[in-house]
């Protein structure tokens, strides 16, 4: 195996794309511009919009409260509908509106909270934005994805490639056929002062692993039900 890996990289070199092809830099001014203009859309709706946005939704303005947050000194809307109405609503749209409203509408049964799922929504969001720059980038149809028949490891050597790391410094396959991070990308791209090499070489990781939905086979999901794939 030894002898393989040094073969393995001289042919990603010669029929593959060239190593770090994926690694887009970004400066902090832009990661902060982009943060910043998501949570001013979020402002911009404001408690009337959402409101509104909730009636058009079929829930009774009754069903509608507000409701002071001591800690963040804002004011939350707080939907409180029983368990037995929840079938008319589509709880994507719901998490939609927690993420669009900046997490400022919560649900006073838990049972319906649980049932919005804001991961997934946030899940499908991120996964949209990263999809959308490899496609400014011109590389949505480069960006590796495991070949039918492929073995998970000569993938994950393939992926590593695109994102300028070494064979098995950032992707560890388990039983072949599940992945986990190493540490050494995820240390290093926290241990940058500001955004520099080491964290555009991660986040061309993280977007491959949300862009081409691979979380599936990530290792979390050993002995559990596949998540969603859209």
């Not at 794309?17 to 402002?43: H, I, L, M, N, T």
């Not at 029983?82 to 079938?87: K, P």
């Not at 720059?133 to 695109?162: C, T």
């Not at 790391?165 to 950032?170: H, K, Q, T, W």
Request: net charge negative.
């Amino acid at each position: 195996m030894k002898r393989a890996l040094p073969l393995l990289v001289i042919a990603l070199a010669a029929c593959g794309p060239e190593r770090g092809a994926g690694v887009y830099p970004e400066s902090q001014a832009e990661r902060d511009a982009a943060r910043e203009a998501a949570f001013a859309k979020g402002e911009a709706l404001g408690l009337d919009g959402l409101r509104a946005k909730l009636v058009e939704l079929g829930v009774e303005p009754a069903e509608i409260a507000t409701v002071p947050d001591p800690d963040y000194a804002i004011d939350r809307l707080v939907m409180n509908i029983s368990v037995d109405r929840l079938d008319e609503f589509d709880t994507n749209v719901l998490a939609g509106l927690v993420v669009d409203s900046n997490f400022r509408l919560t649900f006073a049964d838990p049972a319906i909270e649980r049932a919005v799922d804001v991961g997934e929504e946030l899940y499908r969001r991120e996964m949209a934005a990263e999809i959308a720059i490899l496609k400014r980038h011109g590389d949505w149809d480069r960006v590796p994805r495991q070949n039918e028949g492929e073995a998970m490891a000569e993938f994950a050597r393939r992926l590593e490639h695109w994102c300028d790391f070494e064979p098995g410094a950032a992707l560890r396959v388990i039983d072949g056929r599940w992945l986990e991070y190493t540490r050494g990308p995820v240390d290093a791209a926290v241990g940058e002062a500001k955004p520099g090499p080491d964290t555009a070489r991660f986040l061309c990781l993280r977007r491959a692993v949300y862009a081409t939905q691979l979380r599936r086979h990530f290792i979390g999901y050993r002995g559990e039900a596949p998540p969603p794939k859209y």
